[in-house]
Nanobody, 114 residues
Framework: QVQLVESGGGLVQPGGSLRLSCVASGSVYRFYVGWYRQAPGKQRELVAAIITGGSANYVDSVKGRFTITRDNAKNTVYLQMNSLKPEDTAVYYC?????????WGPGTQVTVSS
């Protein structure tokens, strides 16, 4: 069973940047992988994903600011977040659809505040 572990969260001022990393215990290069987030009192939402074929999708609110990439050699998925806003504050989760299983990481907190 593949396991995912996120890192890179923290406290950042508005307009700042963070890069989240998600390390998988096994290869996920052939699977759908994505980053989701959940703010207090809100439902978990998809932020960005790499679908089969390698193309990336983004929620409208982060287009032009966030970039998802994957390093297959390192079994790692990244989320580069620029021009951060207070409304980006949430717990960010890495996700992979591995065959018929939904695999989630434990999450990493991102707080955007002055």
């Amino acid at each position: 069973q593949v396991q995912l572990v996120e890192s890179g969260g923290g406290l950042v001022q508005p307009g700042g940047s963070l890069r989240l990393s998600c390390v998988a215990s096994g290869s996920v290069y052939r699977f759908y992988v994505g980053w989701y987030r959940q703010a207090p009192g809100k439902q978990r939402e998809l932020v960005a994903a790499i679908i089969t074929g390698g193309s990336a999708n983004y929620v409208d609110s982060v287009k032009g600011r966030f970039t998802i990439t994957r390093d297959n050699a390192k079994n790692t998925v990244y989320l580069q977040m620029n021009s951060l806003k207070p409304e980006d504050t949430a717990v960010y989760y890495c996700y992979a659809r591995v065959w018929d299983s939904d695999v989630w990481g434990p999450g990493t907190q991102v707080t955007v505040s002055s």
